[in-house]
Nanobody
Framework: QVQLVESGGGSVQAGGFLRLSCAVS???????VGWFRQAPGKEREGVAA????????YYADSVKGRFTISQDNAKNTLYLQMNSLKPEDTGTYFC???????????????????WGQGTQVTVSS
């Protein structure tokens, strides 16, 4: 049974930073992993994602240069380092994994089958 558990959310002021973690269990190998977020009244959007084998990462334009996705294979943990946070970064952040390649883009939520429960990030101005 594949499980993903996020942690590290919280409330910060604009310009601050947070690091999210996602513990992945129940799977030996993933094709790709990613972070997504959803603000109230908005659709879930891809923030950052990477291929598990080669570590090639993709970012939403809104977070490029501020967020960094990484993984520690020894710990089966995915991270999202978020710097220079802005109020528009507020939302529930989810980690997700897909075990096989599919035709959805890496930042498309539709391509991911396994999801964590989400962690709240609130950035105040």
């Amino acid at each position: 049974q594949v499980q993903l558990v996020e942690s590290g959310g919280g409330s910060v002021q604009a310009g601050g930073f947070l690091r999210l973690s996602c513990a992945v269990s129940g799977v030996h190998r993933t094709n790709s992993v990613g972070w997504f977020r959803q603000a109230p009244g908005k659709e879930r959007e891809g923030v950052a994602a990477m291929y598990s084998d080669d570590g090639i990462a993709y970012y939403a334009d809104s977070v490029k240069g501020r967020f960094t996705i990484s993984q520690d294979n020894a710990k089966n943990t995915l991270y999202l380092q978020m710097n220079s946070l802005k109020p528009e970064d507020t939302g529930t952040y989810f980690c997700a994994a897909r075990l096989r390649y599919n035709y959805y883009g890496l930042l498309s939520p539709s391509g991911y089958r396994y999801w964590g429960q989400g962690t709240q990030v609130t950035v105040s101005s």
